[in-house]
């Protein structure tokens, strides 16, 4: 059901491009017909010579990142940017990858219930549900307490406070990216968005899914495949990456031990997760591996991720 007051006007999208792909041009039409402002961030080191025209041609503002600080440093470039030029107009922010669809966006932000949820003050952010690309395989959410968590059905219809949404697609509140403060740049890429929950969650605010929308996102380059009886999906990624998940998690599950341990026994389970996923479904399984591993390890001991 929508409402007159769909706060489209009031929300800025930022798009930040690595790798420039067919996919951004439809993307930036519909976001052109979907909020106020469009704020693309060239994140490649040696930028993209297309994107100006391309991004003009959409009515869109190009910033160049040049991959400083990676996808955190490219968030928290965007969102001066917007404080600077756009300040009193802007009250949302959605951010989005270059290989997300944002089409369901329109009619997600004039959904009665994610205007009521946009409202509340205790709201950092809302999300519709993704699916991957490569899989067709629906995001899981969970819900979590300090010594509990609870894995969500794969398919739900209604508006759900989770522990954790994907930065892609998710709509966050400008007060609450003020109160929350900058994504951690030390993790560049990997956990960046279940860091800046997490500090969401201290700040006493919550995260949302509407299981009724969904867009289709790439996370790596997943593969399905069966353990246990159960159907999973294997990353994808490549040695380096799988460094830094390594790293990123297991510094994440020490830091948050104590305020939040069933949050670094899920680190733990994540973990065992990515090992079984190489092992059952991926080539160059001996490199990632021993990449996931020498990340965790470095993880354990980094002192901070700044």
Not at 88 to 99: N, P, R, W
Not at 112 to 127: G, K, N, P, Q
Not at 240 to 251: H, P, S
């Amino acid at each position: 059901m929508a409402i007159d007051s769909a706060p489209s006007s009031r929300t800025a999208a930022i798009v930040v491009v690595y790798r420039l792909g067919s996919a951004l041009d439809p993307a930036l039409a519909s976001l052109a017909r979907s909020v106020a402002i469009t704020l693309v961030v060239d994140n490649a080191e040696q930028g993209h010579d297309s994107l100006p025209g391309l991004v003009a041609a959409h009515g869109a503002t190009l910033l160049k990142a040049g991959n400083r600080g990676a996808l955190a440093g490219a968030y928290n470039q965007a969102l001066v940017h917007l404080r600077q030029h756009h300040g009193k107009t802007i009250e949302q922010v959605v951010f989005l990858d270059d290989d997300s669809d944002p089409t369901v966006l329109s009619r997600f932000l004039a959904d009665a219930a994610v205007i009521e949820c946009l409202r509340s003050a205790t709201t950092a952010a809302v999300a519709p549900a993704y699916r991957d690309r490569a899989t067709g395989m629906r995001g899981k959410y969970i819900e979590l307490g300090r010594f509990r968590l609870h894995y969500l059905s794969r398919h739900f219809s209604e508006l759900r406070p989770v522990a954790f949404v994907i930065n892609s697609m998710s709509v966050w509140r400008m007060p609450a990216l003020e109160r929350i403060g900058p994504f951690n740049e030390g993790l560049a890429i990997d956990h960046v968005d279940t860091e800046y929950c997490l500090r969401a969650r201290r700040c006493g605010l919550l995260v949302h899914v509407h299981g009724g929308y969904e867009f289709d996102h790439s996370i790596g380059q997943r593969r399905r495949f069966r353990f246990l009886g159960r159907e999973m999906q294997a990353g994808g990624h490549a040695p380096a990456r799988r460094y830094l998940i390594g790293r990123n998690t297991a510094w994440l599950a020490r830091t948050w031990l104590l305020r939040e341990p069933a949050f670094a026994f899920l680190c733990c389970t994540r973990l065992a997760y990515e090992l079984v996923g190489i092992l059952m479904a991926e080539d160059r399984a001996g490199a990632k591996l021993m990449a996931l591993l020498r990340g965790a390890l470095v993880g354990l001991f980094m002192p901070r991720m700044r």
